[in-house]
């Protein structure tokens, strides 16, 4: 079995990549009579649009047997036994993490470890990693709302 869950993006992200796009248009647009400015232009920031891109078409988390293969772009690959998975919860948060929403699931492996996903059907890929390891605990989000106000 091998399903390829595709991350959820939020418009900001998106918003993102579209106007470092159009500047640096722009910017070779008005360096093109400098060779210097379009070299050190063309390099330096069409790497940042390219890597942009890059994570906003290939963020994804595929299970496949009894693995969670997670892949963000070129910059962030993890291979995650789905047996070692104890939680997931859900939480909105910006940390850093191969994810583009903010509305992430946390997924809890090991005895401290965290990473956050984002997705898109996120209630189909957690109950795709529980028929894989049924003693997954989820948190849900009442209950998180619970714990986090220390009651």
């Known amino acids: 079995m091998e399903k390829i869950y595709k991350s959820r993006v939020a418009r900001w992200y998106r918003w993102t990549c579209i106007?470092?796009?159009?500047?640096?248009?722009?910017?070779?647009?008005l360096c093109f009579q400098s060779t210097w400015l379009l070299l050190i232009d063309a390099l330096f920031i069409g790497l940042c649009?390219?890597?942009?891109?890059?994570?906003?078409?290939h963020t994804d988390y595929?299970?496949?047997?009894?693995?969670?293969?997670?892949?963000?772009g070129v910059l962030f690959h993890m291979t995650l036994p789905i047996d070692r998975i104890t939680e997931i919860t859900h939480?909105?948060?910006?940390?850093?993490?191969?994810?583009l929403s903010a509305k992430r699931i946390g997924i809890r492996y090991g005895r401290n470890n965290w990473v956050y996903i984002s997705p898109q059907n996120q209630e189909a890929?957690?109950?795709d990693l529980k028929s894989i390891n049924?003693?997954?605990t989820e948190m849900s989000k009442n209950k998180m709302a619970y714990v986090n106000r220390g009651e």
């Open 62 to 72: 595929t299970i496949k047997d009894d693995r969670l293969f997670i892949r963000c």
């Open 49 to 57: 649009v390219a890597l942009m891109f890059d994570i906003l078409l």
């Open 134 to 136: 049924p003693r997954i």
């Open 91 to 99: 939480k909105s948060t910006i940390l850093s993490s191969p994810a």
């Open 19 to 29: 106007g470092v796009a159009a500047a640096f248009g722009c910017s070779l647009f």
């Open 125 to 127: 890929f957690i109950s």
